[in-house]
Structures are given as structure tokens and as C-alpha cells.
């Protein structure tokens, strides 16, 4: 994964980028006057640099006490406070942001935040209305505009602002999701009905639209068509949870809260379904920033720890998802999926014994779940228990049943647990199996293909399984050289030095690609680059069997056919 820097966010908040030392009044720092608060600084950098959001905000908080007056330190302090959950902390930086930068767009957001926890909805609209507007953060501002009017009971100002948001552009779920939920908190269920159910048409599959239309009908005493709602949700694995507590409140005859019961919720709420939109690696720091604010308003709002959990691992910080992952109550109907996703991020920062000690606990006392399986399968293959990961993936499929149109992760994994457990006719299976499914995934045509090369079968269907797998994950050095082994096994030489020469710069260091690029050489002529090849391939400390291979090539000259 690409380290991703802390740069976009500050540009996107128009707090400049992180290049320069420092800005004083446009002045260059000068750190030979300031040796303490330049270490802590150069410190902070380096911890924003890797997503250490905490030793970031106390570092440029140090940086900031001994040179007060600096603009630069101040607004990465106030940043990285927000981004690390101290929100309270970080309002009270943003009032000195904004003194010298009065429309500083994040400072302005966070104290409008604050002013709805505190239910200041007037408070938080004149922080909003004094903000500039980005083309991202605007969209952000008029949602939580909508929430303040209505907290204040300005309704005709929220429908305002929400028609505000439609006219955005593919945006309209968003805004009809929160008409709905400021009707329905305004108790005026016709407009919220209506808007309930556009949503629901328009982006049904989102947990938190099921969840709120679905407590609507429960509410509304439609018990009838609260249970057939729920009825379609069961199929859907991210939706069942969410069917099964509300049937079993309608079976018991319990009467649900509202998903939002408040304006600062419903602010909440808008923060959560802008961050959860943002799912690249280049949007990470902004959606965690975003989630934080969210957290504040509203600090039971788990799938919003879900989302940041998941942020975290995207950014490579699984301490920090594992800790949030553990913040969900134990009544959360989210908590089991939780305790997967902990398990795997300890396997993950190596700690695999403890992951498949907690796995296994989970599988005993949810025997039925198919995700606990597929990641005890996982954290066993991890350590290379080949054996265990495929008896794992057994059980995991077992429970499939016959709903397996999306399952070919799992046919693949265990594919790949049985050919390292040296049962090939099983694996094979299991990856024609999972082509069938999903045809069109490079790493299961890869990995068939290839095998069939070394194994110098089926080669003719075997360069075009490669061929398709590289045609989709051009730029995967891997599947590369497997297309370079499969001509170079079927004698086109030419073409295997020149696939394999690009797979080289695609995966540069690996013992395998080089030697087969040193043979490809050797067939072609090119003797002294075919040793230099393997030569290299030798110090990239290939398995014991590859380096005596390797060694024999060096000494006899001769490349495998």
C-alpha cells in the first residue's frame, strides 16, 4: 500500500500543504530561535506522515505552546486534534484559527459541530454561513445547515437546504434520506413517508436507510408491511442484522426509538453518510476526520466505528481499528462481525496465535456464522496451516447453502489452502469453481494457470487464461511473469524476455521473476545476463529448493527447459 500523506486534507480545508517548515505571518520559520518547538514539529510531521493521529496532534500541540503565534503549527495542531478524536480540543484551537483566518472552512466546521452538540443551532448556523465554500466541504456545510434549521424549528429553511443538496448532482438518495429523517423527527410522517420510501428506491441496500425506513413502518403501527420489509432484507448478509432485531421487536411487540432522535444526530448522521461515500485510500484522512465529528455528536453510533475501523485498516493503523472495533457495546448487532474484523487485524500485525485463539472461540459460540470460518480459515493460512485453512474453509462453505453467487473469494482461498496441503485435484476444483462464479478475476485465472504451466499442463488454454488475467491487472508484475513463464514454457523466448522484463520493473526483487527472466535470457543468447539474472535472484533469498536450482545454473550454465 501506498503511504498516503496528511497533504490532502489540509488542502482540501485550505490550510496549505506540509512542504514548508512553517509560516509565521508569511515569514519563514526560523528554527535556529525555536530548537525546542522545530524538533517537536519535524516529530509531528513524521507522525502525520504515518497516520499517528494522536502523536500528531500532542506534538504539534508541544510545537504549538512554545511558538503560540504560529499559523502553520496552529492549524495542523487543530487538524490533527479533530482528526484524533479530541474534538473539544480541537474547537478551542479553531477559535484562534479563525481570528486569523476568519472563512478557514475545517475550523468553522468543527465549532459549528460543537455549537449542535451543545444545541446552539443558531450558534452553528452563523459558524456555517461564515465558512467558505469548497466544492467538497459545501455540500457538508448545507447538510449540517439543514440539521441546525431543523433543530431550530426553521423547517422551511432545512427543506431549503436539502432541495440545495439535490441540485448538487447524484446526490438525491442523500438528500431524500434526510428529508425523511428531519420530517420524521418533526413528526410530520406524510412528507417522511414519501421521503422514506424514494430513498429506499433510489439506495436501498444501505444499512442505514433500511434501518430508519424500516423503525418508520414499526412506529407507524404497520406492523404488516414492517415485516415484509424486513422479510427482504434477510437474503442480504450487511442488512440481516438489522431484519433480525426488528422482527423480533415486532414479535415482541416493542416499539422502536427513531434512528435519529435529535438535530445533533441527524448532523451526525450527514457527517457518517459523506465519510462512508468516501472509500479510495486518498480520501482516508478526510472520511476518519469526518467520522471523529460524527462520534462526537453521536458517540453510539456504531457503524460509523465500523466505517473508521475500516479507514484505519485502509491507512495500515490496525492498533487503532482493533481499538475502536472493541468500543462497539456488546449488544451491538454488529459486535460479532467487530470481533472478526479484530481477529484479522492481529493476524495481520503478526500477533496470528492470539487471532486464531479468539477465532476459534467465536466459531464455538457461533458455530452457523460463515465470516467466523472464512477468517479462522484465513488467520490459519497466515501461518501456513494449510491443512487447518482448508478444513476451516470447509465448514465455511458448508454453510453456504445453495446462495453462492458471490462466494468465490472463498473457493479461492481454500483452493489455494489444498494446493499448498499437496491436494491438487481438490484445489483445482475449487478454482474452476470459483471461475465459474466470477469469471473475469485475475488472481483465480492466475493462479490456475499458472499452476497448469508449471505443471506443463492444458498450456495452450493456460496462456489464455494468463493473457485474459493480464489484460485486466496489466500493471500486477505477478500475473506478468506468468504470462513471461507460460511463453517461455511453450518456446516463444522472444516474447517471454520482453513480458518478463516488464514484470521485473513491476516486481523488482523477487527471486523468482528474476531467475525466470535469467533462463529466458540464456534460450535467447544472452548468457552473461542470464547469469547476472540469476545472480540477483540468489540475493533476494529464494527458498532452499530455488537456490540450489539457482546454484546449479551459475555453475553449469544451463537454464531449465
Given at each position: 500500500m501506498q503511504k498516503i500523506g496528511p497533504t490532502i486534507v489540509l488542502v482540501l480545508f485550505g490550510l496549505g500543504g506540509c512542504a514548508s517548515v512553517g509560516q509565521n505571518s508569511g515569514q519563514p520559520w526560523q528554527p535556529s530561535s525555536q530548537a525546542e518547538s522545530f524538533g517537536d514539529y519535524l516529530s509531528?510531521?513524521?507522525?502525520?506522515?504515518?497516520?499517528?493521529m494522536a502523536d500528531a496532534a500532542k506534538l504539534y500541540g508541544a510545537s504549538l505552546a512554545t511558538d503560540p503565534d504560529n499559523a502553520d503549527i496552529l492549524g495542523h495542531a487543530f487538524l490533527y486534534s479533530a482528526a484524533s478524536g479530541d474534538i473539544d480540543g480541537a474547537a478551542k484551537l479553531a477559535r484562534r484559527l479563525v481570528k486569523s483566518d476568519p472563512d478557514n472552512r475545517a475550523a468553522r466546521l468543527a465549532l459549528a459541530v460543537e455549537a449542535l452538540k451543545n444545541g446552539d443551532y443558531a450558534g452553528a448556523r452563523t459558524e456555517i454561513t461564515q465558512s467558505a465554500k469548497g466544492p467538497f466541504t459545501g455540500l457538508t456545510l448545507v447538510l449540517l445547515d439543514a440539521w441546525a434549521a431543523a433543530g431550530a424549528g426553521d423547517m422551511a429553511s432545512a427543506d431549503s437546504d436539502i432541495a440545495q443538496v439535490i441540485k448538487e448532482g447524484g446526490t438525491q438518495t442523500l438528500g431524500d434520506f434526510h428529508r425523511a429523517l428531519i420530517h420524521d423527527l418533526a413528526d410530520q410522517s406524510d412528507v417522511a413517508d414519501v421521503s422514506y420510501r424514494a430513498a429506499v428506491a433510489s439506495?436501498?441496500?444501505?444499512?442505514?436507510?433500511?434501518?430508519?425506513?424500516?423503525?418508520?413502518?414499526?412506529?407507524?403501527?404497520?406492523?404488516?408491511?414492517?415485516?415484509?420489509?424486513?422479510?427482504k432484507l434477510e437474503s442480504d448478509a450487511a442488512l440481516a442484522p438489522i431484519a433480525a432485531q426488528g422482527l423480533a421487536r415486532i414479535a415482541g411487540g416493542q416499539k422502536?426509538?427513531?434512528?435519529?432522535?435529535?438535530?445533533?444526530?441527524?448532523?451526525?448522521?450527514?457527517?457518517?453518510?459523506?465519510?462512508?461515500?468516501?472509500?479510495?485510500?486518498?480520501?482516508?484522512?478526510?472520511?476518519?476526520?469526518?467520522?471523529?465529528?460524527?462520534?462526537?455528536?453521536?458517540?453510539?453510533?456504531?457503524?460509523?466505528?465500523?466505517v473508521l475501523a475500516d479507514r484505519f485498516e485502509a491507512l495500515g493503523k490496525y492498533e487503532d481499528a482493533i481499538e475502536v472495533y472493541g468500543s462497539l457495546d456488546k449488544d451491538s448487532p454488529y459486535r460479532s462481525a467487530a470481533a472478526v474484523q479484530i481477529a484479522l487485524d492481529q493476524s495481520r500485525l503478526g500477533q496470528n496465535d492470539q487471532a486464531v485463539s479468539e477465532l476459534q472461540a467465536l466459531t464455538r459460540g457461533t458455530p452457523g456464522d460463515v465470516t467466523a470460518w472464512t477468517?479462522?480459515?484465513?488467520?490459519?493460512?497466515?501461518?501456513?496451516?494449510?491443512?487447518e485453512a482448508a478444513a476451516a474453509y470447509d465448514r465455511a462453505v458448508a454453510l453456504l447453502g445453495s446462495d453462492k453467487a458471490n462466494a468465490w473469494p472463498l473457493f479461492y482461498a481454500r483452493a489455494i489452502a489444498e494446493e499448498r496441503s499437496h491436494r491438487w485435484d481438490a484445489a483445482e476444483g475449487d478454482l474452476k469453481h470459483a471461475l465459474q462464479l466470477s469469471p473475469d478475476q485475475p488472481q483465480v485465472l492466475n493462479y490456475l494457470g499458472y499452476s497448469w504451466v508449471d505443471q506443463g499442463r492444458n498450456l495452450p488454454q493456460a496462456l489464455t487464461m494468463l493473457e485474459k488475467a493480464r489484460s485486466l491487472s496489466p500493471f500486477d508484475g505477478y500475473i506478468a511473469d506468468s504470462v513471461g513463464w507460460a511463453y517461455y514454457k511453450v518456446g516463444r523466448y522472444q516474447d517471454a524476455v520482453k513480458v518478463l522484463e516488464n514484470a521485473i520493473l513491476l516486481v523488482p526483487g523477487d527471486s523468482t521473476v528474476n531467475a525466470h527472466l535469467g533462463d529466458a535470457y540464456w534460450r535467447i543468447g544472452r548468457k552473461l545476463d542470464a547469469q547476472f539474472q540469476w545472480s540477483h535472484a540468489l540475493a533476494f533469498n529464494p527458498d532452499p529448493s530455488e537456490k540450489v536450482t539457482l546454484e546449479r545454473k551459475l555453475q553449469s550454465g544451463n537454464s531449465e527447459k
Amino acid at each position: 500500500m501506498q503511504k498516503i500523506g496528511p497533504t490532502i486534507v489540509l488542502v482540501l480545508f485550505g490550510l496549505g500543504g506540509c512542504a514548508s517548515v512553517g509560516q509565521n505571518s508569511g515569514q519563514p520559520w526560523q528554527p535556529s530561535s525555536q530548537a525546542e518547538s522545530f524538533g517537536d514539529y519535524l516529530s509531528a510531521r513524521l507522525a502525520a506522515s504515518d497516520h499517528n493521529m494522536a502523536d500528531a496532534a500532542k506534538l504539534y500541540g508541544a510545537s504549538l505552546a512554545t511558538d503560540p503565534d504560529n499559523a502553520d503549527i496552529l492549524g495542523h495542531a487543530f487538524l490533527y486534534s479533530a482528526a484524533s478524536g479530541d474534538i473539544d480540543g480541537a474547537a478551542k484551537l479553531a477559535r484562534r484559527l479563525v481570528k486569523s483566518d476568519p472563512d478557514n472552512r475545517a475550523a468553522r466546521l468543527a465549532l459549528a459541530v460543537e455549537a449542535l452538540k451543545n444545541g446552539d443551532y443558531a450558534g452553528a448556523r452563523t459558524e456555517i454561513t461564515q465558512s467558505a465554500k469548497g466544492p467538497f466541504t459545501g455540500l457538508t456545510l448545507v447538510l449540517l445547515d439543514a440539521w441546525a434549521a431543523a433543530g431550530a424549528g426553521d423547517m422551511a429553511s432545512a427543506d431549503s437546504d436539502i432541495a440545495q443538496v439535490i441540485k448538487e448532482g447524484g446526490t438525491q438518495t442523500l438528500g431524500d434520506f434526510h428529508r425523511a429523517l428531519i420530517h420524521d423527527l418533526a413528526d410530520q410522517s406524510d412528507v417522511a413517508d414519501v421521503s422514506y420510501r424514494a430513498a429506499v428506491a433510489s439506495g436501498g441496500t444501505s444499512p442505514r436507510i433500511a434501518e430508519a425506513y424500516g423503525r418508520f413502518l414499526e412506529r407507524e403501527k404497520r406492523a404488516d408491511a414492517a415485516r415484509a420489509y424486513y422479510s427482504k432484507l434477510e437474503s442480504d448478509a450487511a442488512l440481516a442484522p438489522i431484519a433480525a432485531q426488528g422482527l423480533a421487536r415486532i414479535a415482541g411487540g416493542q416499539k422502536p426509538d427513531r434512528l435519529v432522535k435529535s438535530a445533533d444526530q441527524g448532523a451526525a448522521e450527514a457527517l457518517f453518510g459523506i465519510a462512508a461515500s468516501l472509500n479510495d485510500e486518498n480520501s482516508a484522512d478526510i472520511a476518519v476526520l469526518y467520522l471523529r465529528l460524527a462520534l462526537y455528536l453521536s458517540p453510539d453510533l456504531d457503524l460509523a466505528k465500523i466505517v473508521l475501523a475500516d479507514r484505519f485498516e485502509a491507512l495500515g493503523k490496525y492498533e487503532d481499528a482493533i481499538e475502536v472495533y472493541g468500543s462497539l457495546d456488546k449488544d451491538s448487532p454488529y459486535r460479532s462481525a467487530a470481533a472478526v474484523q479484530i481477529a484479522l487485524d492481529q493476524s495481520r500485525l503478526g500477533q496470528n496465535d492470539q487471532a486464531v485463539s479468539e477465532l476459534q472461540a467465536l466459531t464455538r459460540g457461533t458455530p452457523g456464522d460463515v465470516t467466523a470460518w472464512t477468517a479462522l480459515g484465513d488467520a490459519y493460512r497466515n501461518e501456513e496451516k494449510y491443512s487447518e485453512a482448508a478444513a476451516a474453509y470447509d465448514r465455511a462453505v458448508a454453510l453456504l447453502g445453495s446462495d453462492k453467487a458471490n462466494a468465490w473469494p472463498l473457493f479461492y482461498a481454500r483452493a489455494i489452502a489444498e494446493e499448498r496441503s499437496h491436494r491438487w485435484d481438490a484445489a483445482e476444483g475449487d478454482l474452476k469453481h470459483a471461475l465459474q462464479l466470477s469469471p473475469d478475476q485475475p488472481q483465480v485465472l492466475n493462479y490456475l494457470g499458472y499452476s497448469w504451466v508449471d505443471q506443463g499442463r492444458n498450456l495452450p488454454q493456460a496462456l489464455t487464461m494468463l493473457e485474459k488475467a493480464r489484460s485486466l491487472s496489466p500493471f500486477d508484475g505477478y500475473i506478468a511473469d506468468s504470462v513471461g513463464w507460460a511463453y517461455y514454457k511453450v518456446g516463444r523466448y522472444q516474447d517471454a524476455v520482453k513480458v518478463l522484463e516488464n514484470a521485473i520493473l513491476l516486481v523488482p526483487g523477487d527471486s523468482t521473476v528474476n531467475a525466470h527472466l535469467g533462463d529466458a535470457y540464456w534460450r535467447i543468447g544472452r548468457k552473461l545476463d542470464a547469469q547476472f539474472q540469476w545472480s540477483h535472484a540468489l540475493a533476494f533469498n529464494p527458498d532452499p529448493s530455488e537456490k540450489v536450482t539457482l546454484e546449479r545454473k551459475l555453475q553449469s550454465g544451463n537454464s531449465e527447459k
